[in-house]
T-cell receptor
Framework: NAGVTQTPKFQVLKTGQSMTLQCAQD?????MSWYRQDPGMGLRLIHY???????DQGEVPNGYNVSRSTTEDFPLRLLSAAPSQTSVYFC?????????????FGPGTRLTVT | GENVEQHPSTLSVQEGDSAVIKCTYS??????FPWYKQELGKGPQLIID?????GEKKDQRIAVTLNKTAKHFSLHITETQPEDSAVYFC????????????FGTGTRLTIIP
């Protein structure tokens, strides 16, 4: 199993550009989520999904869209990038949202918006 | 919503000594408290977790304690080794699982050889 994969590893965008961060898992996990990590603020939940076709907002959803058309993929879209979205983004998955299972994190995408 | 505070933000200990990281939470409905270790350039990795019906849990050199009355929980690492150097995050969830985890702000632990 490759686990949780994220692409790209690094990205630089100009203000106003749009892009999609890719996330995929090959463990048939129901639950997937996106976090952003900023210095001194820990990880904050952006969006999450409890299964294909179901998504919901987390703590900081503004400026981001997600979709879950398959169990494996959970892309994060930045509609119009802003400097405030400069961050490290982590995708994670676990077998179930409401059970004590380990949540597996991807290696992260470092995004810089200029 | 839930608020998780974590202290200290940085911690340096001599190799072989113990390290303790503390977290407090605000939502009395929180029931699941995992701890993550993040090495440089990698995503967080679960190292230990505890549920609200348990007061203490141990796994080799690491242990977690939970005081539900005081709403705080702690990570204890004994006989520290250089490979313990990393950033550690606590988290809390209102469910027995990963849905809507709220993370602490992290502790950078440095083990001095």
């Amino acid at each position: 199993n490759a686990g949780v994969t994220q692409t790209p590893k690094f990205q630089v965008l100009k203000t106003g550009q749009s892009m999609t961060l890719q996330c995929a898992q090959d463990m048939n996990h129901e639950y997937m989520s996106w976090y952003r990590q900023d210095p001194g603020m820990g990880l904050r939940l952006i969006h999450y999904s409890v299964g294909a076709g179901i998504t919901d907002q987390g703590e900081v959803p503004n400026g981001y869209n997600v979709s879950r058309s398959t169990t494996e993929d959970f892309p994060l879209r930045l509609l119009s990038a802003a400097p405030s979205q400069t961050s490290v983004y982590f995708c994670a998955s676990s077998p179930s949202p409401r059970a004590v299972y380990e949540q597996y994190f991807g290696p992260g995408t470092r995004l810089t918006v200029t | 919503g839930e608020n998780v505070e974590q202290h200290p933000s940085t911690l340096s200990v001599q190799e072989g000594d113990s390290a303790v990281i503390k977290c407090t939470y605000s939502d009395s409905a929180s029931n699941y408290f995992p701890w993550y270790k993040q090495e440089l350039g990698k995503g967080p990795q679960l190292i230990i977790d505890i549920r609200s019906n348990v007061g203490e849990k141990k796994d080799q050199r690491i242990a977690v304690t939970l005081n539900k009355t005081a709403k705080h929980f702690s990570l204890h690492i004994t006989e520290t080794q250089p490979e313990d150097s990393a950033v550690y995050f606590c988290a809390a969830s209102p469910h027995f699982g990963n849905e809507k985890l709220t993370f602490g702000t992290g502790t950078r632990l440095t083990i001095i050889p």
